[in-house]
């Protein structure tokens, strides 16, 4: 007979939506029952979202690799599946074992985006471990929280008993030492204490260093990735061919954080390409990284592999626009029929401001070629509401898609071009961290304007929800204060606040309203350049000064050049081992 | 050349849809080095069909998936190789050259293990059941108009026994009825309601293949 947990879960499983959700059992899934420590890795979103987390999936396979630790994986559960579990008195419960989450030695939380903190509460109350660091006890688990948005700790501090700062693959050994070495839950935290890249908010803000793997293009990563049920958003085989950007645009936080490059040998992604291939039955293979484009070996990767697998199907994110990379992603890639180009902004004014350095001749000439080899969807991604931005820059992106329509018109065939406009949301880190988001009226009009001026023909225009976009804003930089509102909106029912459908925007506007202050407002505050901001604790490696610096090229309309080719700005990120890395 | 491919799906794995069982078997024959051919549509699928889809909790000991490989394993060897690939709670039962149509096309019947809590008379209800002319019971789904089963129509062999049901349930041109509406069409002659804990499809009958007929 099975155990009592196991039977209501299954009784439980009966009755809700996609059941696969909770069963784990994938292949390459790790059981490890015997071990001595357990960690639950967490990702507070719906199972086909988390399982496709390339860092979470290394950190799984790094936590594994240890003899002594299991590492067990674990999701929200979807609404339905939440209010079954707390009718049936179910705990939270990981995907390996089913075993209570409460029961772990540390549960690690990946932050990968903000409209995903009421998710961390819902959590924590579903595995029945107090919401606040402050009220666990000796039997609780340790919670610690990763992933790039904690680097604005301060909005969720209170629900963390550690944070830590940046890459696992080396420094978060010393985390899993902790755990190991210390038998309580005591003496655990004051080895995690002296990790100079852990941050521990009941001990005040003190300063706490981005961690950088710097083995990056020495060691291969894991090649066994838990291959998801098919509901997953992505089922492909991936290798990251890279890491870290230096093309350094303003509004971007992984190109702060994850400085400097650091580029992996060609042979070295091709076998562990096709050693993933292989332990996955995967047919389909993507080159991942920040800008794949501009990784060094990208057509040696590419050939290499189509030489040993002809029909594999293979995928570049492909977000930099010039004809060389879509030239690339079109030999990368027979099959596909779509191909993504990233612009950000429309107008040289804007692209100087954010600084993205490509002009309008650049962007044409790869519309063209993208149409030319053959594609017949073409999707452009763009932001509104960027700092300083006129009415120009809006009418900018209406003429590129109507140009874009002329380029296709005048290569011939069948073809559709897709717009996509998402809302500006500053970021902690960044040159534009100082900013305010536009306000939430004049993301409207523009993007009404967008509708009406935009022909529908052969066009078609998508548009970011803007109720999502301003909490985004409200929350990414977010103080202390901030910490009350999610608690407060999450038990007002706010969870999954990033599904459109489940969205709650009332009870966000009402825990503004408790905490005396406005969504709104706190999404346009600008800061001063004088401000103490929240997360200057947290060092990234790349200095306020450089930020500051770089704010004021924006204001000045003047793009900066990327170090990777135009020699080093100073902007803090490289010492000793660390630096740029690139194969040749 | 196909093959057909029986197997087991138990435990946590009968949570599993349709579409990710047929995913599941896929992406474990590519793992065992096997390459599934591709259909010549404009969006060209790997061509691989079960015989008759399983709703999600059932669990089965006699699935049949119908599968073209772009080789002609031999099946030991094709039994072997999938075996060590398939994920916790699929079990292989057989792997054999598909012979006649497709499995898909020639599905006669189903048999269920209706396992019931033991709080009614089963086996009067049965004995009831088969006495009368007609069993008929209502059948609810969104957004879709009720609908009346007479389900005994398609289920006339069902015994009771110590594990609980055993039904052999028809697939016809009139359709067919449902595990759960045949248990509650029997338990409904005596005036109750069953309490289903599980629902185990034992055997998918198949029509035979005309003699001589092409893979
Ligand atoms: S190219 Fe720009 S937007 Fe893309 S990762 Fe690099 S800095 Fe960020
Ligand atoms: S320190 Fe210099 S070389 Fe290193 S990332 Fe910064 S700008 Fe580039």
Redesign the pocket.
């Known amino acids: 007979m099975a155990p009592l947990l196991d039977q209501k879960i299954e009784a439980v499983l009966e009755t809700v939506q996609k059941p696969s959700r909770y069963i784990g059992g994938e292949a390459n899934q790790v059981r490890k029952p015997q071990a001595a420590r357990l960690v639950a890795l967490c990702y507070p979103d719906a199972y086909e979202i988390g399982i496709s987390n390339q860092a979470l999936q290394i950190l799984y396979a790094q936590v594994n690799a240890r003899e002594s630790f299991a590492a067990e994986r674990v999701y929200c559960p979807w609404p339905d599946m939440a209010d079954a579990m707390r009718a049936e008195g179910i705990p939270l419960f990981t995907l390996e074992t089913w075993r209570p989450v409460g029961e772990v030695d540390m549960l690690g939380i990946t932050l990968q985006a903000e409209l995903t903190y009421s998710n961390v509460l819902e959590v924590l109350d579903l595995a029945g471990i107090p919401i606040r660091a402050g009220e666990r006890g000796g039997s609780d688990p340790i919670v610690i929280a990763g992933g790039p948005s904690a680097s604005n700790p301060a909005p969720v501090a209170p629900f963390f008993d550690a944070f830590f700062m940046g890459e696992s693959e080396e420094a978060f050994e010393a985390v899993l030492d902790a755990i190991d070495s210390a038998p309580d839950r005591a003496g655990r935290m004051r080895l995690l204490e002296q990790i100079p890249s852990i941050y521990i908010p009941s001990l005040g803000r003190r300063p706490v260093e981005r961690a950088i793997y710097t083995e990056f293009g020495i060691e291969t990563q894991p090649t066994a990735p838990v291959v998801p049920y098919s509901s997953a958003i992505f089922s492909r085989a991936s290798v990251e061919v890279m890491r870290?950007c230096?093309r350094g645009c303003r509004f971007c936080h992984a190109g702060t954080w994850y400085?400097?490059?650091r580029e992996r040998p060609a042979d070295q992604v091709i076998e562990a390409g096709l050693a993933q291939l292989g332990c996955t039955g995967y047919d389909e293979l993507s080159l991942t990284s920040l800008a794949t484009s501009d990784y060094t070996d990208v057509v040696a990767a590419i050939e290499g592999i189509k030489q040993r697998a002809p029909d594999l199907h293979l995928s570049l994110p492909s977000n930099r626009v010039d004809t060389g990379p879509v030239a690339l992603t079109a030999a990368a890639n027979a099959r596909q029929s779509s191909i993504t180009l990233a612009p950000e902004a429309a107008t040289q004014r804007m692209r100087d401001i954010i600084c993205k350095t490509i002009t309008d001749e650049m962007i044409e000439s790869a519309i063209e070629a993208a149409f030319r080899a053959g594609y017949s969807s073409l999707k452009m991604y763009f932001m509104i509401g960027l700092p300083r931005e006129t009415h120009d820059e809006v009418q900018g992106i209406v003429d590129l898609g109507i140009r874009a329509r002329e380029i296709g018109r005048a290569v011939g065939g069948r073809f559709s071009v897709h717009m996509s406009a998402s809302n500006f949301v500053p970021k902690p880190h960044t040159p534009f961290q100082w900013e305010g988001m536009a306000p939430r009226d004049q993301l409207a009009a523009k993007q009404a304007y967008m509708r009406r001026a935009m022909p529908t023909r052969q066009i078609r225009l998508s548009l970011h929800d803007l109720r999502t976009s301003m909490l985004e804003g409200a929350l990414s930089r977010g103080d202390d204060r901030t910490a009350e509102v999610i608690e407060l909106a999450w038990r007002g029912g706010a969870r999954f606040d990033a599904w459109t459908e489940m969205f709650q925007e009332q009870a966000w506007h009402d825990a503004f309203a408790r905490m005396d202050t406005t969504m709104d407002g706190q999404a346009t505050h600008e800061f001063g350049e004088w401000d103490e901001l929240p997360w200057d604790h947290v060092r990234s490696?790349?200095t306020k000064e450089?930020l500051l610096d770089e704010w004021w090229q924006s204001k000045a309309e003047v793009a900066t050049g990327d170090?990777?080719w135009d020699?080093?700005?100073?902007?803090?990120?490289?010492f000793g081992p660390?630096?740029?890395l690139l194969v040749h | 050349m196909t093959y057909r491919i029986t197997f087991a799906v138990r435990d946590r794995a009968r949570f599993l849809s349709h579409l990710e069982t047929v995913d599941t078997l896929l992406s474990a024959l590519r793992r065992a080095g096997y390459q599934v051919a591709l259909s010549r549509a404009m969006r060209p699928r790997p061509v691989i069909a079960l015989a008759l889809p399983r709703a999600v909790g059932v669990q089965s000991e006699a699935e049949l998936a119908d599968v073209e490989l772009t080789s002609d394993p031999a099946t030991a060897e094709l039994s072997q190789r999938l075996s060590e690939q398939l994920p916790a709670g699929f079990e292989l039962i057989a792997a054999e050259p598909a012979v006649g149509k497709p499995a898909a096309s020639r599905v006669r019947g189903v048999s269920y293990l209706i396992e019931v809590a033991d709080d009614l008379d089963w086996d009067q209800a049965v004995e009831r059941y088969l006495a009368a002319d007609a069993a008929v019971v209502t059948r609810t789904a969104p957004k879709k108009a009720d609908k009346r089963i007479d389900v005994r129509a398609f289920c006339t062999r069902i015994s009771h026994g110590p594990d609980g049901l055993v039904a052999d349930i028809d697939l016809t041109e009139a359709g067919t009825a449902r595990p759960e509406e045949v248990a509650t069409a029997v338990a409904a002659t005596i005036g109750a309601t069953p309490t289903i804990i599980r629902l185990v499809r034992t055997e998918i009958v198949l029509r035979e293949a005309p003699v001589g007929a092409p893979t």
């Not at chain 1, 020699?567 to 490289?574: E, L, M, N, T």
């Open positions: 870290g230096t400085r400097p490059v490696g790349v450089f170090c990777r020699g080093c700005v100073d902007c803090g990120a490289c660390v630096r740029n």
